[in-house]
């Protein structure tokens, strides 16, 4: 392990001045213009791995490429398999007037290095292939083989991996998936998240008159529709922040101790959020804290709302129809379809008979959960300790992630999220940036990781 | 009155070709490349006026001219003086594929006059002027002065009418305006419409964090102000139709057993109602007819609402401020500002202190009423059942006529509401079209109409 941290140590400089030059590919997967960049920068990213003596391969989807990388692996190899999993595509950069040196000049100012992509994610997966660079450089056998899928449409929704993954299944078969797109809270506190939340959107219109109204000649005689939506939605959540759809609940795995004593660990404070976010006051379910109100707790939000006239002044009408959009985060076990089915269920409930009611589903992603005293997570712990020096901490992130859901159905396994993107790294946001520091720390964990990884797989092999 | 109405018979096809020679001017206020036609429709009427030995005057305003027009009359004239409100500008025609002919191409199809401004206001007024025109042919003389004040800016809020009524003050000072510029349910049902519905306007800002939040990452902790708009706006009216504002209801005068007695004669069906509308069921205050309830009684809707996401597909953010415009339609006695201010503090109430409120004002507009059993609107009640005969009706109209408040502040006079459209009249939409029988019987009506108003203001000043 001493001549891999020392190479990393030495090599740092070079490091940055590669990720600085796969930083320069404006490879923004939304935007059909940049669909040659983003050739560009997977092949940047094939020339580089075969460079460090990796087998690398540029695999042709209906979209955008998806890279797939291997360590040197003899044949029949009986050593565990890891899959490390990144992407190359990043954010649009707009809005660009609010950058202060141009997304794809990368510019380091003391331990930042602010460019788009830096920490979401090019930067993450790049500390794991310099790590694998460091043990074939310094001939240090790495005691896994692993494989690096990093693909080009995550901003997109991630289109082309599924049938990828379905396609590429026995080649991907592996002990677990290792991921740092995520977050963790301080310099001070690196994290494994465990959980995620699930999501599933719904859309409500209520519909009124066939025409908008003259509401003078009309109004007081015939119901409103944007009154009854207003009506319906408030009748969603008490002002204690419980949901009252009827069995919302039910399926929600109980908080253990362990976790609250976890949570209860990490450095946020509820007064100075209430200031970050410009807000009188917080606001959640009563019987939590902030931190679990916002990550491991279910919720109910109205993300837009539309009826009748929106433009200056006013205009007299009753409106032919309002609509709402809501998602609702999901948490352990709650399913979205079943939560959708409940929530178009109370709604027709509380609708008058006045107006007539639509209610469609929209998109659902189930909600992740690993044990976070399992063999894999509590090696990810060791890990994150080892290389950053100090106590990490477990998150449930609040946020999906769906492929996670993907890996475990596909590939069946758990992933590991070990994500290095500070609280200020500006992901999807201008002036993008990602922690030097980190970068460098990340490379140490990465080297750690796997002999961890692999003793915990084969403690759990060992007959009992 | 035999002599006035053969020659209102005999001449009858010259008096519609002469008001469709009217119609054809596009006098669209509401656009400014019309200007032009403005001019020459105001100078079309004042010729049509001097031709018939009125004495005519275009009045320059600001604006569009106003076209005044007065009968012959004796210096120092003695005889009751009576003012004609009307307006020579139309609505803007679009949607033009909507129509079936060209809106000012006018078309007579059976008893119908197809043409923009055919009903609102052209026809109406015209229906007086011909009436004028029968007394001066035919040598009978007119019990009363009349003034003719026929504007062009009625579409586009009579901007330039208040300064011209103060300053023509003396010269309009008269006994009541009498406009004949509304509707009468049907046919059989010639009205008089004795009140009209005032307006508050108010505009409610919920302001939550300071930009859009990312719904995974905050959701669950800090309040989401589309959800407490919705909780407060369906604080302001329950499930019977009844406004909550502590305090609305205070300045509402009671309708009389003789209002409820008139309003339940009007020709309305609540169920053919309900398939014109294309409602699943009627809605309003418990207590009230569905005549009462969109006529006679106040009412609280909201016009629009925009808040967060309102593009295809969903965005998963908390938004930072949720907006609603609401208008109140207000009954004798309430007052616009009493209620602007009542809503204003009922509203900061409901609010939760996770959220910041902000409330805005917008225009107000007095309601209106006569009393319909008073001298003049017994008077034209009996003009009415002469020209038609059959028993007109009393009307509360739900919309707003703001000029009438105007007349009653500055010339301190009421108005005696006498109008002529049917509610197939299309007013403001495409096809609109005017009656020719109703044009007819209007000129019938307005020639009666002069020696019953005398006759109930000499009575007025008779010593008793």
Same mark, same amino acid.
């Given at each position: 392990?001493?001549?891999?941290?020392? %190479?990393?140590?030495?090599?740092?400089?070079?490091?940055?001045?590669?990720?600085?030059? %796969?930083?320069?590919?404006?490879?923004?997967? *939304?935007?059909?213009? $940049?669909?040659?960049?983003?050739?560009?920068? *997977?092949?940047?990213?094939?020339?580089?791995?075969?460079?460090?003596?990796?087998?690398?391969?540029?695999?042709?989807? *209906?979209?955008?490429?998806?890279?797939? #990388?291997?360590?040197?692996?003899?044949?029949?190899?009986?050593?565990? $398999?890891?899959?490390?999993?990144? $992407?190359?595509? #990043?954010?649009?950069?707009?809005?660009?007037?609010?950058?202060?040196?141009?997304?794809?000049?990368?510019?380091?100012?003391?331990?930042?290095?602010?460019?788009?992509?830096?920490?979401?994610?090019?930067?993450?997966?790049?500390?794991?292939?310099?790590?694998?660079?460091?043990?074939?450089?310094?001939?240090?056998?790495?005691?896994?083989?692993?494989?690096?899928?990093?693909?080009?449409?995550?901003?997109?929704?991630?289109?082309?991996?599924?049938?990828?993954?379905?396609? /590429? /299944?026995?080649?991907?078969?592996?002990?677990?998936?290792?991921?740092?797109?995520?977050?963790?809270?301080?310099?001070?506190?690196?994290?494994?998240?465990?959980?995620?939340?699930?999501?599933?959107?719904?859309?409500?219109?209520?519909?009124?008159?066939?025409?908008?109204?003259?509401?003078?000649?009309?109004?007081?005689?015939?119901?409103?529709?944007?009154?009854?939506?207003?009506? #319906?939605?408030?009748?969603?959540?008490?002002?204690?922040?419980?949901?009252? #759809?009827?069995?919302?609940?039910?399926?929600?795995?109980?908080?253990?101790?362990?976790? /609250?004593?976890?949570?209860?660990?990490?450095?946020?404070?509820?007064?100075?959020?209430?200031?970050?976010?410009?807000?009188?006051?917080?606001?959640?379910?009563?019987?939590?804290?902030?931190?679990?109100?916002?990550? *491991?707790?279910?919720?109910?939000?109205?993300?837009?709302?539309?009826?009748?006239?929106?433009?200056?002044?006013?205009?007299?009408?009753?409106?032919?129809?309002?609509?709402?959009?809501?998602?609702?985060?999901?948490?352990?076990?709650?399913?979205?379809?079943?939560?959708?089915?409940?929530?178009?269920?109370?709604?027709?409930?509380?609708?008058?008979?006045?107006?007539?009611?639509?209610?469609?589903?929209?998109?659902?992603?189930?909600?992740?959960?690993?044990?976070?005293?399992?063999?894999?997570?509590?090696?990810?712990?060791?890990?994150?300790?080892?290389?950053?020096?100090?106590?990490?901490?477990?998150?449930?992130?609040?946020?999906?992630?769906?492929?996670?859901?993907?890996?475990?159905?596909?590939?069946?396994?758990?992933?590991?999220?070990?994500?290095?993107?500070?609280?200020?790294?500006?992901? $999807?946001?201008?002036?993008?940036?990602?922690?030097?520091?980190?970068?460098?720390?990340?490379?140490?964990?990465?080297?750690?990781?796997?002999?961890?990884?692999?003793?915990?797989?084969?403690?759990?092999?060992?007959?009992?």
């Amino acid at each position: 392990m001493k001549a891999v941290d020392s %190479y990393l140590d030495q090599h740092r400089d070079r490091f940055v001045r590669e990720l600085c030059d %796969y930083l320069r590919f404006p490879s923004v997967s *939304a935007q059909p213009e $940049h669909a040659p960049d983003m050739r560009a920068c *997977a092949g940047w990213l094939v020339d580089h791995c075969t460079r460090l003596g990796l087998e690398a391969e540029l695999c042709p989807t *209906a979209g955008n490429p998806i890279v797939l #990388v291997r360590t040197p692996r003899q044949p029949g190899s009986k050593k565990p $398999h890891f899959v490390v999993y990144g $992407h190359y595509d #990043v954010q649009p950069p707009d809005p660009l007037d609010l950058w202060v040196s141009p997304p794809f000049e990368p510019r380091v100012e003391g331990d930042a290095l602010f460019a788009r992509g830096s920490a979401d994610n090019k930067g993450q997966h790049m500390a794991h292939i310099n790590a694998v660079e460091a043990h074939l450089r310094t001939g240090t056998e790495l005691p896994c083989d692993l494989t690096f899928l990093i693909e080009g449409e995550e901003e997109v929704g991630c289109t082309n991996l599924t049938p990828f993954l379905r396609k /590429r /299944r026995r080649e991907l078969k592996c002990e677990a998936m290792v991921i740092s797109d995520t977050g963790m809270p301080s310099p001070r506190h690196p994290a494994l998240t465990y959980a995620l939340r699930g999501i599933a959107a719904v859309e409500v219109i209520v519909h009124g008159p066939d025409r908008d109204l003259h509401s003078g000649i009309f109004g007081g005689s015939v119901d409103n529709p944007a009154m009854v939506l207003c009506q #319906v939605l408030a009748q969603l959540r008490d002002r204690k922040g419980r949901i009252t #759809v009827p069995g919302f609940y039910d399926d929600v795995v109980k908080l253990s101790a362990y976790e /609250r004593k976890q949570m209860a660990r990490l450095p946020f404070k509820e007064s100075s959020e209430r200031k970050f976010l410009g807000v009188p006051g917080m606001f959640g379910e009563s019987g939590f804290t902030f931190v679990e109100r916002r990550s *491991a707790r279910p919720t109910c939000e109205i993300n837009g709302l539309t009826s009748g006239y929106q433009g200056a002044g006013s205009k007299t009408i009753i409106p032919s129809w309002a609509r709402a959009k809501l998602t609702f985060r999901l948490v352990p076990d709650q399913d979205p379809a079943t939560i959708a089915r409940l929530v178009k269920a109370h709604l027709k409930d509380l609708c008058p008979p006045t107006v007539r009611l639509e209610v469609n589903a929209g998109h659902g992603g189930s909600p992740y959960l690993i044990d976070p005293t399992g063999p894999l997570a509590q090696a990810s712990m060791r890990a994150l300790k080892s290389a950053f020096e100090c106590e990490p901490v477990l998150l449930r992130e609040g946020g999906s992630i769906p492929i996670v859901n993907d890996f475990k159905r596909i590939l069946g396994v758990d992933s590991l999220l070990l994500g290095l993107a500070l609280p200020n790294a500006n992901a $999807h946001s201008p002036n993008e940036q990602f922690s030097l520091s980190i970068f460098q720390k990340g490379m140490r964990m990465s080297a750690r990781l796997w002999p961890e990884l692999v003793q915990a797989v084969e403690r759990g092999k060992r007959p009992a």
